[in-house]
T-cell receptor, first 111, second 115 residues
Framework: QKEVEQNSGPLSVPEGAIASLNCTYSDRGSQSFFWYRQYSGKSPELIMFIYSNGDKEDGRFTAQLNKASQYVSLLIRDSQPSDSATYLCAVTGQGAQKLVFGQGTRLTINP | ETGVTQSPTHLIKTRGQQVTLRCSSQSGHNTVSWYQQALGQGPQFIFQYYREEENGRGNFPPRFSGLQFPNYSSELNVNALELDDSALYLC??????????????FGPGTRLTVL
């Protein structure tokens, strides 16, 4: 079983709709959860992080964490063509500094 | 405040050769982590350096080695290159202190091609 799993996609969403990206993780000791956006040929860019159960909102982005279900998600409201990218979920444990990444979900926003 | 920089941008080597990749951490950061990202995959943790010492290592063979310098910049060395080493190599810098996890910020990466 992979430590962090994501649906590789591609996920196609019409412009203006809500894009929903999901991620599950296997280590119950995981403490911190991150979403990175990666455009083709570029490096990952941190867009959201969440440490506590529940929702965290930042502009059009909402991260949701459910530690009991070992599940973290990212919602993108009012999707724009510029949101088309690969979204990487990453987790880390207490005191641990390494990031464990999923394989990424490729998201395409259709105008 | 300067961001994370990496050099070179692209590199082509042949099997069996050795390569050195360089990373300058973001101003105010003291920790550098290296990741390997194969095409279509998420980044895989290679190792991390903090206070010039290796502070954790992923599942990579000893021919992957590194250094951190007093100014917190870092090098990744790969000996006896194999075709499967072709990937994007990412350096990430962060601040380690106070026991809390701090976000890692990635450099632009070095694209290594092994022929």
């Amino acid at each position: 079983q992979k430590e962090v799993e994501q649906n590789s996609g591609p996920l196609s969403v019409p412009e203006g709709a809500i894009a929903s990206l999901n991620c599950t993780y296997s280590d119950r000791g995981s403490q911190s959860f991150f979403w990175y956006r990666q455009y083709s040929g570029k490096s990952p860019e941190l867009i959201m992080f969440i440490y506590s159960n529940g929702d965290k909102e930042d502009g059009r982005f909402t991260a949701q964490l459910n530690k009991a279900s070992q599940y973290v998600s990212l919602l993108i409201r009012d999707s724009q063509p510029s949101d088309s990218a690969t979204y990487l979920c990453a987790v880390t444990g207490q005191g641990a500094q390494k990031l464990v990444f999923g394989q990424g979900t490729r998201l395409t926003i259709n105008p | 405040e300067t961001g994370v920089t990496q050099s070179p941008t692209h590199l082509i080597k042949t099997r069996g050769q050795q390569v050195t990749l360089r990373c300058s951490s973001q101003s105010g950061h003291n920790t550098v982590s290296w990741y390997q990202q194969a095409l279509g995959q998420g980044p895989q943790f290679i190792f991390q350096y903090y206070r010039e010492e290796e502070n954790g290592r992923g599942n990579f063979p000893p021919r992957f080695s590194g250094l951190q310098f007093p100014n917190y910049s870092s090098e990744l060395n790969v000996n006896a290159l194999e075709l499967d080493d072709s990937a994007l190599y990412l350096c990430a810098s962060s601040w380690t202190g106070g026991g809390a996890y701090n976000e890692q910020f990635f450099g632009p990466g070095t694209r290594l091609t092994v022929l």
